[in-house]
Structures are given as C-alpha cells and as structure tokens.
C-alpha cells in the first residue's frame, strides 16, 4: 500500500511558477511509475506528466511541454512538477498517482494509488 500526499499548490499570477511536491509512504517507491494528473472544473482528469521508477523516462503532455518538469527523489520518496510560465488555463487541482508498471501511461486507470490533489490557481 502506498500513501500520496501532494503539496505545494497556491495561486500565482500568469507567468508565475509553482513547484508541486508529492510526498509517498512505503518502502517500495522505487518501483513505482509516477505521474501528475490534473482536473479543471466541469473537466475530466486529464495527464500532465508522469516518470518511470529511476526517472529516466518522462513523458508530458504537449500542453505542458517545455513549460513542467516532473522529477523524482527516491532517496527522499518523493516526486516533483515544477511549473513555469503558468497560464489561467493551467489552473485546476494536481494529483499525483502511482502505479507499479512498466512505462508512463497517461490513463489514470493505469495508476493504483492517488493523492488528495493540491489546488492550483492562475490569476490573469
């Protein structure tokens, strides 16, 4: 069983940044792929970047592409976003999940674990 909980959200005006941190309980982090979701009002939960267990593989969404960072410390059982030129449409609240599989997937029926999510708001 693996816990998430996620911090770090906040408001912030366009161009601004964020960094999100998601904290993991258990001692099998390491082999957990990661990835960050996120859910605007009246929308579905949709992908936003996710890393493999040693974080090598990241993957994002073109949305975000150049603009977010998805990092790992498995030292410290944790995973990053890092979030820069934020725009009002980035705003909604991040989630970080897990799953043990063998590559990113940008479903979120692929991640067995999820956090409570951490609000992230852009003013214009």
């Known amino acids: 069983q693996v816990q998430l909980v996620e911090s770090g959200g906040g408001l912030v005006q366009a161009g601004g940044s964020l960094r999100l941190s998601c904290a993991a309980s258990?001692?099998?982090?390491?082999?957990?792929?990661m990835g960050w979701f996120r859910q605007a009002p009246g929308k579905n939960r949709e992908f936003v970047a996710g890393?493999?267990?040693?974080?090598?593989?990241?993957r994002y969404a073109d949305s975000v592409k150049g603009r977010f960072t998805i990092s790992r410390d498995n030292a410290k059982n944790t995973v990053y976003l890092q979030m820069n030129s934020l725009t009002p449409e980035d705003t909604a609240v991040y989630y970080c999940?897990?799953?043990?599989?063998?590559?990113?997937?940008?479903?979120?029926?692929?991640?067995?674990?999820w956090g409570q999510g951490t609000q992230v708001t852009v003013s214009s």
């Open positions: 999940a897990g799953g043990r599989l063998i590559a990113v997937v940008v479903t979120t029926s692929g991640y067995a674990y």
């Open positions: 258990g001692r099998t982090f390491n082999t957990y792929v």
């Open positions: 890393i493999g267990w040693n974080g090598d593989t990241t």
